[in-house]
């Protein structure tokens, strides 16, 4: 299957601003895109690219005063299954966890373990059985707890929050999944991406960029999906980290205004 991903966002500056991005496909998927992505800048102003902490690949510019417009494009071959589905994949004991995973164990900006959480995941998923079926178990709770709307979208909802307030986006089911997985000792981090409507029903709603996240079950990583809670086809990862915070596509220091977007993630085999 090949894919078309990309993107136009524009924002609107008082004045010159320094801006960070996170606009790239992931580097993983570097052998697999057939028309690599190339971002573009209206006016042209120099990116400076880097690779955070995370391996997320970046771009750090100075935003000018007024009208800036970023826009980018890529051709992803995907194998057109669904997620990959090992409902066997065993958990292990957190002593025998590579030293690299045990980071996403631990409480984050979005994802407070150390809260009153911890007690819950317990004792909503703790007779539940180790590994796979616990992280769907989980899935199955925040799908049903959580309440999707668009309209009350809030930059900075926590896990706990999206707990107590049952509504937010894709984010804050994720970092409600996430840390619940952290509680039960299931090394679990955040992803954001493309994921168009193939293989299910278009959506009317105009497209954003989608978040799911991963777990390390059975020696590897496996995409989980707490808002559509359904094994998705296409998913193209851009960047991923502890939660959302790791992972803003811009980031600017200073004062800009969204003034347009625009995203597609379109199945074109054959065209």
Not at 38 to 44: F, I, Q
Request: hydrophobic residues 40%; charged residues 20%.
């Amino acid at each position: 299957m090949l894919i078309q991903v990309g993107y136009e966002i524009a924002f609107e500056s008082p004045q010159p601003a320094p801006m960070l991005t996170m606009l790239y496909l992931h580097p993983s998927r570097e052998m697999t895109t057939k028309q690599p992505d190339r971002l573009v800048v209206t006016p042209r102003v120099p990116i400076f690219e880097y690779y955070d902490l995370f391996g997320n690949r970046c771009g750090r510019l100075v935003a000018p005063a007024g009208r800036i417009v970023f826009r980018n494009q890529a051709l992803v071959e995907d194998c057109g299954l669904p997620d990959l589905q090992a409902p066997q994949a065993m958990q292990a004991q957190v002593q025998d966890l590579p030293s690299d995973v045990l980071l996403y164990l631990l409480a984050s900006r979005y994802c407070e373990v150390d809260s009153e959480l911890k007690d819950l995941a317990w004792s909503l998923f703790g007779a539940t059985p180790p590994g796979w079926s616990r992280v769907q178990a989980i899935c199955d709770f925040v799908h049903n707890h959580i309440r999707f709307d668009y309209s009350q979208a809030r930059a900075n909802r926590t896990a706990l929050e999206a707990y107590r307030e049952r509504v937010g986006v894709c984010r804050d089911y994720m970092h409600l999944a996430v840390t619940f997985c952290r509680n039960c000792n299931i090394p679990a981090r955040y992803c954001t991406g493309y994921l168009g409507d193939i293989g299910v029903p278009p959506n009317a709603a105009p497209m954003d960029f989608s978040a799911w996240f991963e777990v390390y079950l059975g020696g590897q990583w496996y995409a989980f999906d707490a808002r559509n809670n359904i094994p998705r086809i296409g998913r193209v990862l851009m960047a991923r980290g502890r939660d959302a915070a790791d992972v803003a596509l811009t980031t600017t220091f200073g004062t800009n205004e969204l003034k347009s977007f625009r995203v597609w993630a379109d199945d074109v085999t054959g065209t």
